[in-house]
Each structure stands twice: as structure tokens, then as C-alpha cells.
């Protein structure tokens, strides 16, 4: 029972200090010693007042890719010395530290080198400091900091961005001080949207009359989403055009089905745009989708050429070029049509044989409904091997890109 007693007794008399005791502590260190907020708290001013910086990341609210800003939002833990603000705890009851007002004691002018809207002074004057009886001084303010954000969409939505948060020694406070230490805390770290976190570093700058302390975000895109929602609906579409040359000529459905893909893709091109900074010209997908777009205007030509042909007199005669296409389209062996009055005969001839009078006869095998037939057997497989051709270079470019970084 004794033992508990004393116990006790010793917890009690650590905070033993009342109202009164900070008081008279605040009026010792401030009045009576005449503290200046205005000079730099350091009595020996050949040496530097050196300023410790933690950046403790609370969120990464959002990475604007049209106006290139990094918004994030967390607590700065800054502390120096003040070789002006000690005391000696065992004549104020213990009191060992000590909560003033922002503007009661000298502060170092931190600012916000890269701002997004403006730079300059953090306004943070709301928060309160905590002095230490050794006489260091801890200040933890909050806020959100919108900083500029250089953001490269070549590899979009595969890519990968490095965003920086600065902040410098403004002015006066630059003169005799200088960041001596700093840390970055992502334990509690909330990165909203479509981004992952990668890492981050400190970088302390102390040239001349600048001192800046950066600090560096990595961070990678999620591409699910712009794959299932975008990417993917865009390849669909690339296909289906292939379809115009499986529409028959007379159905009257060709030109408008080509017409309706070329506008679709139009749409996603002006959707890829917004989305992308206006000086975003070398981004991969967007090229993607202008060579498709190229793709679709080259099939729109071509469809309006057969719906010419197709509506030509049956009578008239085919040019020698269209006839050599319809030999080398339809193989070394040909089939001849030789209509009569109730029947139809069938003719295999040899292609390598062709003679002059072969060639005379041949604008009667061949009418131009049999052109156009052709010429969507031959475009269909041209335009698929170019299709896929342009969709391998674009893997191929975002693989290349991922592996080098």
C-alpha cells in the first residue's frame, strides 16, 4: 500500500505545473529575455540554423493529366533550434514543453516552389508550435498542395509518372539557414483513382542562397480500365469495318456501314483527346487510332468505288487492267461462265495458256458484279493484314517503352 502511495506521488508531481507556472514561463522567455520573432534564433550567427523536414503523406488526391497538376494531401513535420527558447524544467514544475501561437516565435519561410496556381508562402498560420524546454521547435501543419506535374502520355495508359512536390527557403529565412535532414512517411498513404504508388524520394538542395528540399512521387497508371472501356471497344470496331467487304454491293448497306465505323472511331479520338494534355502529340494510342482512322477512310474509298462498278452497265466492256486483277485475283485456274439460252456451262482452263483470243473473250466471262466480288476477297485481306500489322507496331512500341524504363 505504501508502495502504490509513492507511486502515485511521483505520477501526481510530474504534472504538478498549474495555469500560473506557464505563465510566468511564457513571460520569462518572452518578455523578460526580450525575444525577437524577427531574428534568427541562433547565437552564434556564423553557423547556419539547420531545419529538419518530414513529409508525412496522408493522400494523393489526384493527377489532372489536362491541366498537369499533382494534388496531394498531408502534414509537414518541421523542427529546428532555438538557442533563445530554454529553460530548466525543475524550476517551472516540470513543464517541458510548451504550445504558442504561429507568430510568437521566429519560423523559417517555407514556401511552395512549384505550385500549381501560385508560389509562394504556405499560409499555414493557423497551427500552433510546440517549444521544447531544450529549445527545439516543432511545427506541424496540414494542408493540400497543388504542384505542377509535367505529364508524359506517350505510353498512355501504360505509362509510368514521376510528380514533384518543392518546397524552398523563401527570402530572409534562406540567409543563415539551410535543410539539414529530410524524410518522407507513405505508412499511411490513400492514392485514389486509377494509380498505383511505386516509390518516392527525398532530395535535400543547399546551393548558395538556395535551399529546397524535393520530394519525388513515382507512380503507375492502372491500364484496366482504359483497356476494357476504350482500347478494346477501338479494336472491335477496326474489325468490324473489315465487315464492309462481306456486305454485299446491292444491298445498299455498304457505304453507310463504312460511314458509321469511320464516325465511331472519330468519337474516340475526340474522347482520347480530351482526356490528354494539349501538348500531348507524340502519345502511341493516339496515333493508333489516327492510322486506323486512315484504315477506315482508305475502306470508305474503296467501298464506293465497287458501288460505282457494281451499277455499271452489264455490257460494257472491262478495261485491260481490271481484267488482269480478275486473273491474278481469281488464281492460276480460272472458272469461265459461257451463258446460253437454258443452261450454263462451266469451262477449266489453264492460266498459263492465255492467248490473245482467250484475252478477247474474257470481257464476256467476267461482268463487274464479278469484279466487285473480287475485289472484296482481295481489299478484306489486305486491310485485315494491315489492321493487324498496325496493332502489333502499337504493342510492340508500348512493350519497348515499358522495357527500357
Known sequence: MFLLLCILSLCSDSYMYSATDIKQLKYDIF???????????????????????KFCVLGINDIDEVNQKFVTSGKLDIEWKDDYLDWNITEYNNISFLS????????????????????GNLHLSEFDIIIFNTGLIKWTPYSIFETKCEINTMYFPFDRQSCEVEFVLWTASSIGSRFRKAEVEVSTLHVRGEWNFVTVDAIII???????????????RK?????????LPAVII??????????PCGSGEKISFTTTIFLAFSVYSTVLTSMLPATSSNCI??????????????????????????????????????????????GHRRKRKIHATDRRVSVYENRNSVSQEENK????????????????????????CISFITFIAYCFMIGLGNWQK
Open 31 to 53: 518578455e523578460s529575455r526580450q525575444y525577437d520573432q524577427s531574428i534568427r534564433p541562433s547565437k552564434n550567427f556564423s553557423e547556419p540554423t539547420e531545419i529538419y523536414i
Open 100 to 119: 504558442v501561437q504561429h507568430d510568437s516565435v521566429w519560423r523559417p519561410d517555407i514556401a511552395l516552389n512549384n505550385g500549381h496556381s501560385s508560389t
Open 206 to 220: 543547399n546551393k548558395r542562397s538556395l535551399h529546397k528540399t524535393i520530394f519525388k512521387f513515382n507512380l503507375q
Open 223 to 231: 491500364p484496366g480500365k482504359v483497356i476494357l472501356e476504350f482500347i
Open 238 to 247: 477496326s474489325l468490324m469495318d473489315l465487315m464492309t467487304f462481306c456486305i
Open 285 to 330: 494510342l493516339g496515333m493508333y487510332l489516327k492510322a486506323q482512322m486512315i484504315i477506315e477512310a482508305c475502306i470508305a474509298v474503296v467501298a464506293a468505288l465497287q458501288v460505282r462498278l457494281f451499277h455499271c452497265k452489264h455490257d460494257g466492256k472491262l478495261s485491260k487492267w481490271i481484267l488482269i486483277f480478275c486473273n491474278l485475283s481469281s
Open 361 to 384: 473473250s474474257t470481257s464476256h466471262n467476267f461482268n463487274f458484279e464479278d469484279v466487285c466480288h473480287q475485289i472484296d476477297r482481295v481489299a478484306g485481306l489486305v486491310f485485315f
